[in-house]
C-alpha cells in the first residue's frame, strides 16, 4: 500500500538539498522513522559505502548508513510506484459490462451491511 501510494516525508529541510518524493499521498510519516531492522538488510544487500570528497571509502559500518538512509526515507518520504494501481485500473476496464455492475451492487450492499 506504501510503495503503492508513497509516503509523505515530514520535512526535507533536514536533508541536504531534500526534496518531498511522496507528492499528494494519504500517507506520511509525522513522529516515528522507517524500522532500521527492515533498511539495514537492504544496506548490506546493495553494499552501500560512504565516500569523501575524492571518492575514497570513509570508515563507517552498515549500521550507521543505514541511520543514515532512514532519516533520508523519514525526511523526504518514499516516491510513489502505482504498480498495483495501474494495472487494477486497465484490468478493470475490461471487464464485462455486467460484471461491474454486479460488483457495484455487491459494494453498496456491504456498505449497507456494515452501517447497520
Same mark, same amino acid.
Given at each position: !500500500?506504501?510503495?503503492?501510494?508513497?509516503?509523505?516525508?515530514?520535512?526535507?529541510? &533536514?536533508?541536504?538539498?531534500?526534496?518531498? +518524493?511522496?507528492? *499528494?499521498?494519504?500517507?506520511?510519516?509525522?513522529? +516515528? !522513522?522507517?524500522?532500521?531492522?527492515?533498511?539495514?538488510?537492504?544496506? #548490506? &544487500? #546493495?553494499?552501500?559505502? &560512504?565516500?569523501?570528497?575524492?571518492?575514497?571509502?570513509?570508515?563507517?559500518?552498515?549500521?550507521?548508513?543505514?541511520? *543514515?538512509?532512514?532519516?533520508?526515507?523519514?525526511?523526504?518520504?518514499?516516491? /510513489?510506484? !502505482?504498480?498495483?494501481?495501474? /494495472?487494477?485500473? +486497465?484490468?478493470?476496464?475490461?471487464? /464485462?459490462?455486467?460484471?461491474?455492475?454486479?460488483?457495484?451492487?455487491?459494494? +453498496?450492499?456491504?456498505?449497507?451491511?456494515?452501517?447497520?
Amino acid at each position: !500500500m506504501f510503495v503503492d501510494r508513497g509516503v509523505r516525508g515530514s520535512n526535507p529541510n &533536514l536533508v541536504k538539498n531534500g526534496t518531498q +518524493k511522496g507528492g *499528494m499521498s494519504p500517507y506520511s510519516f509525522k513522529q +516515528k !522513522m522507517p524500522p532500521l531492522k527492515y533498511i539495514l538488510p537492504w544496506v #548490506k &544487500l #546493495k553494499k552501500l559505502r &560512504l565516500r569523501d570528497e575524492k571518492g575514497r571509502f570513509k570508515k563507517g559500518n552498515y549500521r550507521s548508513i543505514a541511520f *543514515m538512509v532512514q532519516r533520508s526515507v523519514f525526511a523526504q518520504g518514499i516516491k /510513489p510506484t !502505482m504498480f498495483f494501481t495501474k /494495472p487494477f485500473a +486497465k484490468a478493470f476496464k475490461n471487464l /464485462p459490462s455486467e460484471l461491474v455492475e454486479s460488483f457495484g451492487l455487491d459494494i +453498496k450492499d456491504f456498505f449497507d451491511f456494515t452501517r447497520k
